[in-house]
């Protein structure tokens, strides 16, 4: 069972930038895809980015789209979201997600997902 372990989210204001790693417990040469996720209270879960593991294509979900980056640090073995431009209404608990088999078509939906961290919180204040 691989778990995966995010880190990095916190309390900050509009504007600034802010980054989260993603962690599993073991290596992951299987999943094809890793993504982060994000649901805020009252909210569905909203897809935020995904990484192709062969290839490194970059999906981003359009809220997104020019603020964040999903990249691998191979040094660390860890998927990384860089947010930049930080708002109020990104403010929501961040999962990690890894996924097996899924394909190109069901990149930005949750229920395609294997595994799943427990989440970090990212609030920003205005």
């Known amino acids: 069972q691989v778990q995966l372990v995010e880190s990095g989210g916190g309390l900050v204001q509009a504007g600034v930038s802010l980054r989260l790693s993603c962690a599993a417990s073991e290596r992951t040469p299987n999943m094809r895809f890793m993504a982060w996720f994000r649901q805020a209270p009252g909210a569905e879960r909203e897809f935020v980015a995904a990484?192709?593991?062969?290839?490194?294509?970059?999906y981003y979900g359009d809220s997104v789209k020019g603020r964040f980056t999903i990249s691998r640090d191979h040094a660390k073995d860890t998927v990384d979201l860089q947010m930049n431009s930080l708002k109020p209404e990104d403010t929501a608990v961040y999962y990690c997600?890894?996924?097996?088999?899924?394909?190109?078509?069901?990149?930005?939906?949750?229920?395609?997902?294997?595994?799943w961290g427990q989440g970090t919180q990212v609030t920003v204040s205005s």
């Open positions: 990484l192709r593991r062969i290839g490194g294509n970059t």
């Open positions: 997600a890894a996924g097996r088999s899924l394909i190109l078509s069901s990149v930005r939906m949750a229920a395609a997902y294997n595994y």
